[in-house]
């Protein structure tokens, strides 16, 4: 059965620092992954997915997550944060099977230091 | 364009009571999802329907709970009688038919059962 792990509950890291999530999925064939971002007192917005192709993918407001099918990974990084970035940050792989369903990991919790 | 629309957005009552919450889709968007956040067990998918069918309920906690989805427009998910532990923030989403469609969230409906 397809699985995400967020091996990391909670991060701080100072404005202006670079950041790396990490993310590590389980499924049969090729995955179809996502990012999604969720703001205090907000629904998840979509961050960026990856289903095909460049192994690379940018998303919106400055992140990108890189495909290792070797690792099993799709960390999500940004060079330079800000202070807005402050949220909880989900990664998500769609189940087998289709249906639009999506299965989603345990989230991240991003801090950001003054 | 407008995007999955949620009511109320906040609901205090007391335990006993019936609880309705309800969800306007993304017009055009054929699946719908509920789901549940709280502190303890994240993100957790309740029901979701295609084309106003349910497909999945098998995240339903309990019987109390009871989803409809008359038209293509609309969804409620229903608490009957409500508990305590029924506190939680319910989210909707909506996504297009196919394996990488992203699903696009609500801004939650902040549950309080007192």
């Known amino acids: 059965a397809q699985s995400v792990t967020q091996p990391d509950i909670h991060i701080t890291v100072s404005e202006g620092a670079s950041l790396e999530l990490r993310c590590n999925y389980s499924?049969?064939?090729?995955?179809?992954l996502f990012w999604y971002v969720q703001s205090p007192g907000q629904g998840l917005q979509l961050l960026l997915k990856y289903f095909s192709g460049d192994t690379l993918v940018q998303g919106i407001k400055g992140f990108e997550a890189e495909f290792k099918r070797s690792q099993s990974s799709f960390n999500l990084r940004k060079p330079s944060v800000h202070w807005s970035d402050a949220a909880e940050y989900f990664c998500?792989?769609?189940?087998?099977?289709?249906?639009?369903?999506?299965?989603f990991g345990s989230g991240t919790r991003l801090s950001i230091r003054p | 364009d407008a995007g999955v629309i949620q009511s109320p957005r906040h609901e205090v009552t007391e335990m006993g009571q019936e609880v309705t919450l309800r969800c306007k889709p993304i017009?055009?968007?054929?699946?719908l999802f509920w789901y549940r956040q709280t502190m303890m067990r994240g993100l957790e998918l309740l029901i979701y329907?295609?084309?106003?069918?349910?497909?999945?309920d098998s995240g339903m906690p309990e019987d109390r709970f009871s989803a409809k989805m008359p038209n293509a427009s609309f969804s409620t998910l229903k608490i009957q009688p409500s508990e305590p532990r029924d506190s939680a923030v319910y989210f909707c989403?909506?996504?297009?038919?196919?394996?990488?469609?992203?699903?696009?969230f609500g801004d939650g409906t902040r549950l309080s059962i007192l």
């Open positions: 998500a792989v769609g189940a087998e099977g289709g249906a639009s369903k999506i299965i």
């Open positions: 989403a909506s996504s297009l038919t196919g394996d990488n469609q992203p699903q696009h």
């Open positions: 329907f295609n084309n106003n069918v349910p497909i999945d």
């Open positions: 017009s055009g968007h054929d699946y």
């Open positions: 499924y049969g064939a090729t995955p179809y």
